[in-house]
């Protein structure tokens, strides 16, 4: 069965930190997909990203960036110069191949303050 | 354009009245989700529709009563809930992608 595992229950760190979050799955699949999304205090999931098993590349998107190695199965997030709005929840999440969320899995969650 | 639209935000209502959530989303996806989150755990997935078909029902008591009535529409119908029920419950909606959008959720109370 697929598993996610969120190691870091919370996490707080100072204004202007950079701070690495960690996503380590496990999967009998060959095709599957990882994502992350930010749950804010509002409650509301916000998608930031997607990738598919294939594509090992890394990915930075402005002040995020993201460490796919599926040699370590791990699919890690890190914010650079963290601001007070990076506070929130941030759930990993793995799917596998051409199923409707049928095994669409979150891992517990990481919560991350972020302090001025 | 990806929003998925729920109302009501906040629900409070006793043991004995029935309720619905509902959920929208104008995307073109032909997969809609409910989960459920209790505070501090992730989301629990109770429902899939499909192409306007239940394709999954993870085991949730006959008081969720989902609806699909067209492939934009979500509704969950609620009866003779428990106080245990209190929680955030999240539409989603897909492609056959499988990024999943979500909408802002609904809090319900039982009391």
């Known amino acids: 069965a697929q598993k996610v595992t969120q190691a870091q229950t919370e996490i707080s760190v100072v204004e202007k930190e950079d701070v690495t979050l960690d996503c380590v799955y496990e999967?009998?699949?060959?095709?599957?997909?990882l994502f992350w999304y930010k749950q804010p205090p509002s409650g509301e999931l916000v998608f930031l990203i997607r990738?598919?098993?294939?594509?090992?590349q890394n990915e930075i998107s402005g002040r995020y960036s993201w460490n796919f190695q599926k040699s370590t199965s791990s699919f890690n997030f890190t914010i650079t110069a963290s601001q007070v709005v990076d506070s929130a929840v941030y759930f990993c999440?793995?799917?596998?191949?051409?199923?409707?969320?049928?095994?669409?899995?979150f891992g517990p969650g990481t919560r991350l303050s972020v302090l001025p | 354009d990806t929003e998925v639209t729920q109302t009501p935000k906040h629900l409070v209502m006793g043991m004995t009245n029935k309720k619905s959530l509902k959920c929208e989303q104008h995307?073109?996806?032909?997969?809609m989700y409910w989960y459920k989150q209790k505070a501090k755990k992730p989301p629990e997935l109770m429902f899939v529709?499909?192409?306007?078909?239940?394709?999954i029902n993870e085991s949730v008591p006959s008081r969720f009563s989902p609806e699909c009535p067209n492939s934009s529409l979500l509704n969950l119908h609620l009866h003779a809930l428990q106080p245990e029920d209190s929680a955030l419950y999240l539409c989603?909606?897909?492609?056959?992608?499988?990024?999943?959008?979500f909408g802002p959720g609904t809090r319900l109370t039982v009391l």
């Open positions: 529709y499909s192409y306007e078909k239940l394709s």
């Open positions: 990738r598919n098993s294939f594509d090992e």
């Open positions: 999440a793995l799917s596998e191949e051409d199923n409707y969320g049928q095994n669409f899995v």
């Open positions: 999967t009998r699949d060959t095709t599957y997909y």
């Open positions: 995307m073109g996806h032909r997969a």
């Open positions: 989603a909606s897909s492609t056959d992608t499988d990024t999943q959008y």
